[in-house]
């Protein structure tokens, strides 16, 4: 068994910090946003995941205060939209450092639809996106009370967009027809989940 601290490890055995392999897969948040001004952006984060589920709240997590970030605490409000197989070549392209002011959905080949309740935009081609209100912005710091310049950012889902083909007779969504991609390693791998299985949860005695 390796042991290591995170800032002192073996960098002949690991070269490559293994964090971000080892945990994994990681949801993608591909979050949409618009600011005061009506300009619109749109971004996969690696660190995003749900965190409640009554209300249902997402969170995503910005390394340095980058546009999503900036736009969705200005205006209070952000849209996830779901990274699918069959988007994975459109949500790395969003990703790609573009000059301020160029649209990430038009470089990436994609249709802003409205949304409900928020002024964000969503991802017409995703077949689920969930329109979010900021509920709490945290400013993370590390052990010895740093700021780290790590933004994490809360919204409370208000509405949801589901695509009906996903949705089996008996009333459950077909996660794995679905088919999720998500965040794994190093820079260039990702998982798709596309199929599944079930373990009963063990009752008391």
């Not at 949801?27 to 965190?51: C, E, H, K, M, Q």
Request: aromatic content about 8%; hydrophobic content about 45%; overall charge negative.
């Amino acid at each position: 068994m390796i042991f290591y601290e995170p800032d002192a490890r073996d960098r002949a055995l690991l070269p490559h910090d293994p964090f971000k392999a080892l945990v994994a897969p990681r949801p993608i948040g591909w979050v949409s946003t618009r600011d005061a001004a009506g300009r619109v952006n749109l971004a996969p984060y690696s660190f995003f995941n749900a965190v409640a589920d009554r209300p249902p709240m997402l969170l995503f997590s910005s390394a340095g205060m980058k546009d999503s970030a900036s736009f969705a605490i200005e205006t209070g409000e952000f849209v996830w939209n779901l990274p699918t197989f069959a988007l994975r070549e459109a949500m790395n392209a969003s990703s790609a450092p573009l000059p301020r002011g160029t649209s990430e959905f038009e470089h990436a080949g994609l249709t802003l639809a409205d949304s409900r309740h928020v002024a964000a935009p969503r991802v017409a081609e995703a077949p689920v996106a969930m329109e979010c209100r900021v509920t709490q912005v945290l400013e993370l710091r590390d052990v010895e009370g740093t700021d780290i310049d790590r933004h994490v950012i809360i919204g409370q889902v208000v509405g949801v967009h589901l695509d009906e083909r996903f949705v089996l007779p008996d009333g459950r969504v077909d996660t794995a027809a679905l088919q999720p991609i998500a965040r794994c390693g190093y820079l260039d791998e990702y998982a798709v989940t596309d199929e599944l299985f079930a373990l009963r949860r063990p009752t008391g005695g």
